[in-house]
């Protein structure tokens, strides 16, 4: 008789049945390495498992049941910072973003963090997602900025005696703006017959500290003959959440975007926030087993573009005057590499007459922001945003220009930690705006925060 092979039967996944990394997509890599030199924990540490590559190995091996989820694999996928640009890189088209946003589901659900490490991050969460939260902190950090305690504060060394985290998100305050209790209006009419009508995203972190970018943003829509609706009181979008593993909060989150904006009955949904728009083109993935809202949420998603997308699509009406000033360009990554956008921003950034600009060496590169892993994970980030200040002021240019309020701000910290605190740091629309306005370079450079919505 034949010697027959007795063969185990195969183990039961480590993760959840819910929603756990499919495993066609886990099969998409074929561990070339093509990843490795664009990831940046990689490149900061040299480490496997902190590489795209290395970690879908680990989902793999606890999809297969031959490893745990434990502390060590939660740790790696916490070190991940999620700026996909493994995506760009990758010859096979792994969509790591899928993979790394449902294996932080599982591990929010299945692995227990420390109570200082949970604790912090309710904090976090019960803060960054909520614009009326952020205002009523807006009104004692104006005070704590304008009465120079701020600069007692940071100059007596007390940081240091903090919270590794909590000295991070000190060093990270945006410039609180007299207007942070302003809102935008619910409609933003065109001089001329509307030939587009579009809805816009106000943002959380970016209605309350950055309304002058929403404001630019309107008026530059506007001249272009955009006829911008903006819904009142939008929630979050649910980036935050999506990034965090915080699937239900996300899901809960989208549904109510998606039915304000289709309320609002509008061409295009346009967001001026990398990290907004990678998460709203993806609501069809989040929503995917939702059978009122699966269809829905693609639908939806297929309307969202950034601004500089809707721009490039319009033939130009408003004429550009000319700003003669030396910028650096910064790629948000979650434009770049989740949304694929490069090009756009550039195209509109060339049509300003005498605008120089200069690219960044290691443009692909994360600068550490990555939504709030700059506060979770403040040691690398740290670092990657000192290597991007390092690289930025190389190109020796009057100004850095980005497409997302967290790369602004990184940007903004590690240039006061090099002691420049003169060089400005814009959102690309601020530039497009100044221009068609006829702003002169003395006033850009200062930084003009209108939020008057006339020309």
Same mark, same amino acid.
């Given at each position: ?27 998409? %890599?074929?561990? $070339?390495?093509? #990843?490795?030199? =664009? @990831? &940046?924990?990689? /490149? ?35 070190? %991940?910072?999620? $700026?996909?640009? #493994?995506?760009? =890189? @990758? &010859?096979?088209? /792994? ?361």
């Amino acid at each position: 008789m034949a010697h027959l092979t007795q063969i185990d039967p195969p183990k039961p996944s480590s993760f959840d049945a819910h929603h756990a990394p499919e495993k066609s997509l886990l099969a998409d %890599c074929v561990h $070339c390495g093509f #990843c490795l030199p =664009a @990831c &940046p924990t990689y /490149v900061l540490w040299g480490e496997e498992m902190d590489s795209p590559r290395g970690r879908i190995y680990m989902m793999q091996k606890a999809a297969d049941g031959q490893a745990p989820l434990d502390q060590r694999f939660r740790q790696h996928m916490d070190n %991940c910072l999620g $700026c996909m640009a #493994c995506m760009t =890189a @990758c &010859p096979s088209g /792994v969509q790591y973003n899928k993979l790394i946003e449902d294996t932080r589901a599982q591990v929010e659900r299945n692995i227990p963090r420390s109570t200082e490490d949970s604790l912090f991050r309710k904090l976090l969460f019960a803060t960054f997602p909520h614009p009326r939260r952020l205002r009523w902190m807006a009104a004692p950090l104006f005070l704590y900025q304008r009465s120079g305690l701020q600069q007692l504060v940071r100059e007596s060394g007390l940081l240091r005696m903090v919270p590794r985290r909590f000295a991070a998100m000190e060093s990270l305050l945006p410039a609180v703006p007299a207007h942070f209790a302003w809102s935008m209006p619910e409609r933003v009419m065109p001089s001329a017959a509307p030939r587009r009508r579009v809805g816009m995203l106000t943002g959380c972190v970016q209605q309350v500290f950055f309304s002058h970018v929403n404001a630019a943003t309107a008026r530059v829509l506007a001249a272009e003959g955009c006829e911008v609706i903006v819904p009142q009181n939008q929630p979050c979008c649910g980036a935050l959440m999506v990034h965090s593993g915080l699937e239900e909060q996300a899901a809960a989150m989208a549904r109510a975007i998606i039915a304000l904006f289709d309320k609002a009955d509008v061409d295009t949904v346009v967001i001026n926030a990398a990290g907004c728009g990678s998460t709203m083109k993806e609501y069809g993935h989040l929503l995917r087993d939702d059978p009122q809202w699966a269809e829905r949420a693609k639908a939806f998603s297929e309307k969202c573009k950034d601004i500089t997308e809707i721009l490039c699509e319009l033939a130009p009406m408003a004429p550009r005057n000319p700003l003669p000033m030396r910028i650096a360009y910064h790629d948000a990554c979650h434009l770049r590499h989740a949304q694929g956008i490069h090009q756009q921003p550039r195209q509109l950034l060339a049509g300003i007459p005498l605008l120089e600009v200069a690219e960044i060496a290691e443009a692909s590169l994360c600068c550490g922001s990555a939504g709030v892993y700059n506060l979770l994970q403040p040691e690398p980030a740290e670092e990657l945003g000192d290597r991007k200040v390092t690289h930025l002021l190389a190109t020796h240019s009057q100004a850095v220009v980005s497409a997302n309020p967290g790369c602004l701000l990184q940007i903004m910290s590690g240039l006061r930690r090099r002691g420049e605190k003169t060089m400005p740091a814009f959102h690309m629309v601020e530039l497009l705006d100044a221009s068609i306005r006829g702003l002169a370079v003395q006033d850009v450079l200062r930084g003009d925060k209108s939020i008057s919505l006339g020309s």
